[in-house]
């Protein structure tokens, strides 16, 4: 069964860096759509990073761009969020998830993303 496993989450104060990592068991990232989500208590889930792996090709959320970097090392089969700049309101459970992809564009936050990880808690404080 395919499975996504997120690490790398904890906590840190404002300003700080966490670097989150999503490792494939079985998804070939080689040619998918992977992204990351997060999710914050009584706050519905937001698209934060993907990126087309087969092209290098990411997208970020207004929120994060600029602050935030996703990349990916398919040897590895593993998709990185490097986190810098850290705000409390950037706290939430992170979750990859991960759906193949053959095109060339960039990856949509609403593509139906079908293998998804537990999820990592993110706390930012101030």
């Known amino acids: 069964q395919e499975q996504l496993v997120e690490s790398g989450g904890g906590s840190v104060q404002a300003g700080g860096s966490l670097r989150l990592s999503c490792a494939a068991s079985r998804v070939a990232y080689s040619r998918a759509c992977v992204a990351w989500f997060r999710q914050a208590p009584g706050k519905e889930r937001e698209g934060v990073a993907s990126v087309n792996t087969g092209f290098e090709r990411p997208k970020y959320a207004d929120s994060v761009r600029g602050r935030f970097t996703i990349s990916q090392d398919n040897a590895q089969n593993t998709v990185y969020l490097e986190m810098n700049s850290l705000k409390p309101e950037d706290t939430g459970t992170y979750y990859c998830?991960?759906?193949?992809?053959?095109?060339?564009?960039?990856?949509?936050?609403?593509?139906?993303?079908?293998?998804w990880g537990q999820g990592t808690q993110v706390t930012v404080s101030s």
């Open positions: 998830a991960a759906v193949e992809w053959l095109g060339a564009a960039g990856c949509p936050f609403s593509l139906e993303y079908n293998v």
